[in-house]
């Protein structure tokens, strides 16, 4: 396991503050370019909800030396791939092109790093936000159980937590963005020293440094965005929500807060939630799917965050069976395996399929280097696939038991998805 994971790489820091991360590998014909600025939603404020997601859409509309949407043209053209993407604690771009084209996806990314500002204008931010509000309508306001998960985090989280609002931001916040807002955030947090940038396959580290000098040492600093400040707030009763939608099939939600990304017990509740519902021999899905046939399906699983954390069980109750009884009869497992009932076997099963799936994800290198950013960005550590993988496997019967046991049978959040009335 060791050798395997023995995955080395060059770090370095501009003077920008701009972090970099080589990763060479010549068994490859084609170079990743992994870009993470340390900013998603959680950056954001009352008000102005979802420019972190905003922004995503407004990197790609161009900037002083790139028109808009040539950025996808550019690539695509090359032979290559890329996208972005938006989550509570950050927002990252990524390509992966033939390893000839590494210069280009530099410039590329460099362009909208540093003159991507003076590009911003009217046309493209109101463009953006009927995009983005029509993705809101779409996604999330008219899909069926299209609100879950706001819901939920609306809940467990009070207003001032930094998780309590949809990483899409509020409709009414979308639609008050000011071009000046949008400028605010860019510079607040769209600065080199808020990044790390990860290269990695067929490279050559001393070109490709000096190519990430060539097109990133002169973009300038804004310096560091301020922390968000993080209140705990545990629940201190259950909470119920029932909430009508636009569906056929009922879904019962149970949300609890836990344990953060990399902290004691997230990776106890990792196995936690692949011994509830992983797999078909697992203790929901066997009692509640397959002997009793109360639900049709149930899955569960930690959501690790920077700065909190969430366990989730979802069900769908069997034709007919109160969700009520369905979240008693959870509830009751849950309560016996934190009073200890769960054997060794289902603990290394769990660990093997924990590792063999994280493995199978790293034979890909748009999935290794955006690993790496992962852990330089939450760690520090770039080079953390050992110790990752340890954690889990270190993990012995009673560090389960104890992380259920400590979250799982405090207070919760549950939210029912039922028929809405016909109009």
Not at 201 to 225: D, M, Q
Not at 273 to 280: E, H, P, R, T, V
Not at 331 to 355: A, F, H, P, Q, T
Request: proline share 6%.
């Amino acid at each position: 396991m060791s050798e395997l994971l023995n995955i080395k790489v060059k770090k370095y820091t501009l003077e920008n503050g701009l972090e970099v991360i080589l990763y060479p590998d010549n068994s490859l014909p084609v170079t990743a370019v992994n870009i993470w600025y340390k900013t998603g939603s959680a950056n954001e404020v009352k008000g102005k909800t979802g420019l972190a997601h905003l922004f995503e859409h407004m990197m790609f509309q161009g900037s002083v030396n790139v028109p808009k949407e040539k950025h996808f043209k550019y690539i695509q053209e090359a032979g290559g791939t890329l996208n972005g993407s938006t989550s509570n604690d950050r927002t990252n771009y990524f390509e992966t092109v033939p390893s000839n084209f590494l210069e280009m996806a530099l410039w590329l990314e460099s362009d909208r790093m540093g003159f991507l500002l003076p590009a911003l204008d009217q046309a493209k931010l109101d463009n953006q936000k009927d995009v983005v509000m029509n993705e809101r309508r779409q996604r999330y306001d008219n899909q069926p159980y299209g609100r879950s998960w706001e819901l939920l985090f609306s809940n467990l989280f009070p207003p001032e937590h930094p998780y309590h609002w949809p990483v899409i931001g509020w409709m009414e916040d979308i639609e008050k963005f000011e071009l000046e807002d949008a400028k605010n955030f860019f510079r607040t947090h769209y600065s080199p020293s808020n990044a790390s940038l990860v290269i990695g396959g067929n490279i050559n580290i001393e070109k490709t440094k000096l190519l990430v000098e060539k097109y990133f040492a002169e973009i300038p600093s804004f310096g560091n965005p301020d922390i968000p400040d993080v209140p705990e707030r545990p629940l201190t009763e259950n909470k119920k929500i029932i909430h009508p939608d636009n569906i056929i099939v009922p879904k019962l939600f149970l949300g609890w807060q836990s344990n953060k990304l990399f902290a004691r017990y997230d990776a106890p509740l990792d196995i936690a939630a692949d011994i509830l519902a992983g797999s078909k021999s697992s203790i929901l899905q066997r009692v509640l799917v397959h002997e009793k046939q109360v639900a049709t399906d149930i899955a569960a699983f930690q959501y690790s965050g920077k700065y909190a954390g969430v366990f989730f069980i979802i069900a769908t109750p069997g034709p007919g069976y109160p969700p009520d009884d369905l979240k008693e009869e959870i509830l009751s497992l849950i309560g016996e395996v934190g009073k200890g009932n769960v054997n060794e076997r289902d603990i290394m099963r769990s660990k093997n399929s924990i590792y063999s799936s994280y493995i199978y994800s790293l034979q890909h290198l748009s999935s290794l280097t955006d690993q790496i950013n992962n852990y330089n960005c939450n760690r520090g550590e770039p080079e953390s696939f050992i110790y990752d993988t340890q954690r889990y496997q270190q993990i012995v019967k009673e560090e389960v038991i104890e992380a259920v046991s400590r979250y799982l049978t405090k207070p919760h959040v549950e939210l029912q998805i039922v028929r809405g009335e016909e109009n």
